[in-house]
C-alpha cells in the first residue's frame, strides 16, 4: 500500500478523542492525539491529507455547558454548539499537529473550516427524531416544549434528526486549500442547514460524521478513506467468545456481514455503511482502512486494521 503520493481522508472518531474512564480535560485529549498526529506528520511529507472528526463527547459537553450557563447567559442552539465543537477539535489537532511537523521538518500549514452540510428540508429524519444528545434530565418538566425527548435507564434524554448528508457547501474550497495545506473539516458530519427562500438556515440535527467523512473523501476525490476508531480492527461476532478480526473483506462480504447483524447500528454499522457509499461512488479502485487512532501508519503498511476494497 506505500508507493506515490495519493489523497487521504483520515476521520477521526469523537470518541477516540475521550478514552474510556477519561473526563475529556483539554490535557487528556490532547494527549491522545500524540500517536495518530506523529502518523499523520509522517504521512503529509508525500501525501495530501484532509481530517475529518467525530464530535460526540465534545459536543455533549458543550449542551450540557449551554444548559448550566443559561440563566447567566443566552443559550445557544444545536448547530452553534457543532461549529464551536469543530473550532475546539480543529484547534487541539492542529496544536498537536503543528509540533510534530515541526520536529520531522515539514513547514506545511494546518487549517481548521467550520464546515457546512446542506440536508434535505424534506428528509424524513425530521420527522422522527432519533438521535440522543446531550444531559440526562430526571423529567420532562421545564424543557423546552418543541424538544422531543425519550426515557432511558438513566433518565429522560433529548432526541433530535439524523438527515442524510447531500453537499458539502465549502467542498471545493477543502479541496483547493488542500493542495497547499493539511485541512480539518466536515467535524461532527458537518453543521446541517437548510435551503430556505432566503438562502441557508442551520438547523438543530445532528449528521452522521461517517456519511458526511464518504461524502468528503468523494468531493476532494480520495484515493483512500481511514477511519480511526478505539479498536484495531472490525470483527466478526465482536465481544464474544468466538470473536474473529477481519484483515481484509470486500464490498460484497462486507453487505453480507451486515446483514447478518456483525456490525451494529451503534457501533461499527456506520463506518461499514460509509465504507460501501464511498467505494461504490468511485469508480477508479479506491480503498478504506478501520483502524485504531495509533495503528494509521502500520495499517498504511498491511500490517494491521481491516482493509475494505471494491469487488
Partial sequence: MAGKA???????GGNALVKPGQRGTLK?????LEKAMDSVAGLSKRNRIVLTHGNGPQCGAILLQQEMGKAKVPAMPLQVCVAESQGLIGFMIQDV???KLHKRGVGKPVVTMVTQVLVDKDDPAFRKPSKPIGPYYKSERGLPIHWHVTETL??????VPSPVPGKILEA??????????IV???GGGGIPVVRTGRGLKGVEAVIDKDLTAALLARAVKADLLAILTNVPNVYLNYGKKNQRKIRKM???SAKGFLKE????AGSMGPKIRASIAYLEASRDRKEVIITGLDMLEKALKGNGGTLIIKD
Avoid: D, W
Fill in 97 to 99: 499537529l503543528y509540533g
Fill in 154 to 159: 438513566r433518565g429522560f434524554r433529548r432526541v
Fill in 28 to 32: 487528556e485529549q490532547m494527549a491522545n
Fill in 6 to 12: 495519493r489523497t487521504l481522508v483520515i476521520a477521526l
Fill in 184 to 186: 480539518i473539516a466536515c
Fill in 172 to 181: 471545493e474550497a477543502i479541496k483547493r486549500v488542500s493542495e497547499k495545506a
Fill in 250 to 252: 470486500t464490498v460484497s
Fill in 261 to 264: 447483524g456483525h456490525f451494529p
